[in-house]
């Protein structure tokens, strides 16, 4: 049964478009960020805070949910709401998918992860230890991705890799260390030098469509 006119707007679980404080000139039109779920969204405001802090607020006031990985959802409300407008749509590569899944126009631009998904760029042992307040010399983590993770330069073994497994609820590191993940407070405790490129990329794409400079290092002991 077709949907009503409008229902792809109302179907969407928030649309805010922003205007973004810039001082460049060319970086005045609105902005939307969209993602695929409330969880992308929390762990892209914990990268945030490390690499665009002055920028956090804006991003979430700027976010679509997608509701699973919908290229063509995003393109759509861009075309009824955002024309005019800059976006990001931020997708998961997932089984194979390609890397441009759908078209690019004038003001929206895709980026796909090369890895499989958005939780691939959480799994940083110092991180998730800092975020769960464990000891530095605490080595569970490393013994279990050595276990379970592909080689750091097997590229084409991590694009295969399921990390929602590994992180979620009933995931072999959960299960190793008696405890759920707080995944985006895992993103936060990453530092910047601990960040795959793939996320400096986007990072670096958000930038200039916000007209937002890159941030002074943030120092920190945690």
Known sequence: ?????????????????LQPRSASSESTSPFTLYVEGPRDRSILRGWAHRLMPSH??????????????????????????????????VLDRDDGAPILPCPSEGGIE????????????????????RALGLAEDDRRIERLFE?????AHDEG???????K????????LPRALGRPLPLARIARATRESELHGDVHALFSSLRLQLGASHPAPIVSSR
Not at 1 to 14: I, Y
Not at 157 to 163: G, K, M
Request: hydrophobic share 45%; net charge positive.
């Open 56 to 89: 956090v607020r804006s991003l979430l006031r700027a976010s679509v949910i997608l509701g699973g990985r919908r290229p063509a959802r995003a393109l759509d409300h861009f075309r009824e709401v955002a024309a005019g407008g800059r976006a990001v749509c």
């Open 110 to 129: 895709f980026f796909t992860w090369s890895r499989r998904h958005i939780e691939s760029y959480l799994l940083v042992p110092a991180a998730i230890r």
């Open 147 to 151: 276990r379970e993770l592909p080689a």
């Open 1 to 17: 049964m077709p949907k009503p006119e409008g229902a792809l707007q109302s179907a969407l679980l928030e649309s805010t478009l």
């Open 157 to 163: 073994a991590w694009t295969r890799l399921d990390a």
């Open 165 to 172: 497994r590994v992180l979620g609820p009933k995931g072999a």
